[in-house]
């Protein structure tokens, strides 16, 4: 799964404190699931489903007379065995309506199986009245199902994780159960469907609907489960011997391949690195609205939200960008996630963290070294900059309901814990792990000491050091780092002192001399509080790199001076060799050094350091703008990497000068939404009129970041005739685009109105997003874009529109988060 938010399982509803930490036990494997068969239909106007569920089931271990069901919020109308092939009905109590506890008609040992009957009704939008559901744990979402909302297509969807499909169906709705599966929908016969496994019937029937089955013979995890309905086009497309298929609205059918045409060779690249074939009968990705957690990796099927439903004219300006991370991440799901579940969500690192590192093999692999290094980075500064990751290991047992386990933990270090292994081990041994990993477990669940057991095996190193520093435990080194040359005995030392708080971490590091134009390695561990190392020298390095591989999980501060950072970023190899370099210079533009590091980054082989670079310039210095701007005027005409020359633009910009004004008129008519709104805007710091006329002209080619710019340009200039295209634009925006313009330069356009219909309609629609979007903390800015209309209201003696503004700011406070 992608997702920003915590991810905590409702494993344990209403029995613990919501704010005490307490050990999260696997929950006790009384009876296993086996296989799971459902006939479902669904009422559009009261978003119900309606389902009959047979379920095969075995005791684990034990006999046993019982069974218990997740089944939450349902109605509940039958509840039987089946014997000879009728249904025999069952004694059930239906505790606090979140499970199903079941007296079966005998004892049962572990060697039988028997199949239970449930008719029910699932009432997903009834579920947020309970206690310990959260807006996004409903389970089964429909979509516009009454077709009231123009413009948004009718849809029905679903999401399992953590433990949401027994909202839909009743089952043990946790990670370490495993059942095959085969799902009948009924559905209006216009629409297409999507499940698990293969469609293996359709069947029209006399009222219009139509029945599709879907079977998946492959055992997975009850969160997995999904369904999706909807007016989908379906591209086909085929990896080796099986299918591959998309599945999107049809205004961005026609782009199925530019979208998603790159998931063949994902699953080739994967499934050459681990050994292990893609596992499943098929794989599909569907694109559905209304998705709020990013993308979920369904088994065979992952369903992603709709930002990565793009347009060519969208993917020009960033073809291995957020679309193409998703893809990946949820694809190599398929093995660590879907194949291998994580036992416990404890455990949950062996889905996520693998993902994470997937999509960053692919980034590596297919756009070079330095894009999956800075995405790494990326990574490292979420980690870093988030205080409560540090607290909660990798792999927590003990933790309060409310904190959940840590996402920039599984996610962001992750990630980064599995790229350090891969490091310290090789590829060779590393991948040859994982496939171990993967076939001992297949179809199964892990452990973390499992994927332990895996790489000792493979490579007959202990690394019970590594597994108990870096999973069952928390935090991360600070390090700080200098630096002492002894002429007399041509001695370099280096002097590493670990900062932090708590245990200190022994850690492998390799650190590269470069003396006299040569560069020598040398492996070293970190044990100590402080460790000085001492390295034999002929001369005096110009440059000692230590974490030479930039792969450690630390905050450091290196005492290099600005010299050695100007050599390092030339002669050393790797972008966050470079990066650092620039980051030292980034304070001391105008030094020789500092200006070199800078101008020379403004060049660099890699867009994401021109951009870096772009965007620290300190233009204010005449003596940077002298030696930049010729840089920047090439970069903003002829360098192949879009949003590098929409950077430049926008810092040229800044100057005021006439002289690039035939550039922001060129570039224009860039292929680029990217390069025209920073074109535009441009424009508008030189011509308002000119730049006024050319933002009608465009309006109906508004996409992206151009129609954020001809927004700004009416925040400008423009007038009651503008405001319809703005706050349409503002409708149809992302939630993130709606919250930039509301709180940049929509108050600036609504305090001039003459329209008070106009104004009213602008600061109800800032108060009703502030008070949806409470929980996530963004209220104090939107209040500040409601005080500045006020302000501008009074001016203009508009004492209505000002008193609506502080009833509307009264409702905000009011709400709840």
Same mark, same amino acid.
């Given at each position: ?37 459902? !006939? ?134 946790? +990670? ?23 469609? @293996? ?29 909807? !007016? ?168 309060? !309901? ?7 933990? @599984?996610? /962001? ?235 430049? @633009? ?73 405001? +319809? ?14 919250? /930039? ?47 500045? @209309? ?28």
């Amino acid at each position: 799964m992608v997702f920003a938010c915590v991810c905590t399982a409702n494993a344990q509803l209403n029995r613990h404190p919501a704010n005490v930490p307490y050990y999260h036990e696997t929950a006790a494997k009384v009876n296993d699931l086996v296989d799971t068969r459902l !006939d479902v239909s669904f009422d559009y106007q009261k978003s119900y489903l309606h389902g009959k569920e047979w379920i095969v089931l075995k005791p684990h271990f034990y006999p046993t007379d019982s069974v218990r069901l997740d089944a939450k919020g349902m109605d509940i109308k039958t509840v039987g065995i089946m014997v000879q092939g009728k249904v025999v009905p069952l004694k059930y109590h239906y505790e606090d309506s979140l499970s199903l506890v079941i007296q079966l008609n005998k004892t049962y040992t572990e060697k039988e199986r028997y199949t239970l009957f449930v008719e029910y009704t699932a009432k997903p939008n009834e579920l947020h009245d309970k206690p310990g559901f959260k807006l996004d744990g409903k389970g089964l979402y429909f979509v516009n199902p009454q077709g009231k909302e123009p413009g948004k297509p009718t849809q029905i969807w679903t999401q399992g994780e953590a433990e949401s499909s027994s909202c839909w169906f009743p089952t043990i709705d946790k +990670p370490d159960q495993k059942t095959t599966e085969q799902v009948s929908m009924t559905v209006p016969a216009k629409y297409t469907t999507l499940s698990n496994g293969l469609l @293996i019937s359709q069947k029209n029937n006399a009222d219009g609907t139509r029945t599709d089955t879907w079977k998946q013979s492959l055992p997975h995890c009850p969160y997995l489960f999904m369904m999706a309905i909807g !007016d989908f086009k379906v591209y086909k497309d085929k990896w080796r011997n099986k299918e591959v298929s998309y599945y999107l609205e049809p205004a961005f059918a026609p782009y199925a391949k530019q979208i998603f045409g790159k998931t063949p060779e994902m699953m080739e690249l994967y499934s050459k690195a681990l050994g292990v074939d893609f596992p499943w009968e098929k794989y599909a990705q569907v694109v559905v609205r209304d998705y709020p957690l990013g993308a979920m990796e369904n088994s065979s099927a992952t369903l992603h939200g709709e930002y990565v439903q793009k347009t060519p004219w969208d993917m020009i300006d960033d073809p291995n960008g957020s679309g193409g991370t998703t893809i990946a991440h949820e694809l190599f799901h398929q093995w660590f996630g879907d194949l291998v579940t994580c036992e416990s969500w404890s455990n949950e690192t062996l889905n996520e963290s693998f993902a994470v590192f997937g999509e960053k093999y692919w980034n590596e692999k297919t756009y070079g070294k330095d894009d999956g290094d800075a995405k790494r980075y990326d990574e490292l500064q979420a980690y870093l900059n988030n205080g409560t990751a540090y607290k909660q290991a990798l792999t927590p047992f003990v933790y309060a !309901d409310q904190d959940g386990v840590n996402g920039a933990n @599984i996610y /962001d270090k992750g990630g980064l814990v599995l790229t350090m292994l891969r490091n310290f081990l090789g590829d060779d041994a590393f991948f040859k792990g994982l496939g171990l990993y993967l076939k001992s477990h297949a179809f199964k669940n892990g452990e973390v000491h499992d994927l332990r057991l895996a790489m000792e095996e493979i490579s007959g190193k202990d690394m019970n050091w590594f597994f108990n520093q870096w999973y069952y435990g928390a935090g991360h080194p600070v390090l700080d780092i200098t630096y002492q040359w002894d002429e007399a005995t041509h001695q370099q030392k280096v002097m590493i002192s670990q900062k932090q708080d708590g245990q200190i971490f022994k850690v492998p590091v390799a650190v590269d001399l470069y003396v006299q134009g040569k560069t020598t390695r040398k492996q070293v561990w970190l044990t100590q509080k402080t460790d000085t190392l001492s390295f034999d020298c002929t001369a005096k390095p110009q440059l000692v790199n230590v974490d030479a591989d930039k792969v450690l999980i630390t905050k450091k501060v290196d005492h290099k001076s600005l010299d050695e950072f100007n050599y390092q970023y030339h002669h050393a190899p790797l972008y966050l060799d470079r990066l650092e370099a620039l980051n030292a210079a980034m304070g001391q533009q105008t030094s020789k050094q500092g200006m070199d590091i800078v101008l020379s980054a403004l060049k660099d082989k890699y867009h994401g350091m021109q951009l870096k670079a772009i965007r620290a310039l300190k233009i204010d210095s005449a003596e940077i703008a002298k030696a930049a701007l010729p840089i920047l005027a090439d970069l903003a005409t002829h360098d192949p990497n879009y949003p590098v020359r929409a950077a430049a @633009i926008s810092v040229l910009a800044k100057t005021k000068s006439s002289g690039y004004i035939d550039i922001y008129r060129a570039s224009l008519a860039s292929p680029s939404y990217t390069v025209k709104g920073a074109a535009l805007t441009a424009l508008n710091t030189l011509a308002p009129t000119d730049a006024f006329k050319t933002a009608k002209s465009m309006e109906a080619d508004g996409k992206g970041q151009l129609g954020q710019a001809i927004i700004n340009v009416y925040a400008t200039s423009g007038s009651d005739t503008e405001w +319809p295209y703005v706050i349409n634009a503002l409708k149809k925006g992302s939630t993130q685009a709606k919250f /930039d313009l509301a709180r940049g330069p929509l108050p600036q356009m609504i305090g001039r109105l003459d329209n008070k219909q106009y104004v009213l309609e602008g600061i109800n629609t800032i108060r009703d997003m502030a008070i949806s979007f409470k929980r996530y903390g963004i209220t104090p800015k939107l209040i500040t874009a409601l005080q500045q @209309i006020e302000e501008a209201r009074k001016k203009l003696n508009d004492s209505a529109s000002a008193a609506a503004v502080e009833d509307a700011i009264k409702e905000i406070s009011q709400a709840k988060g």
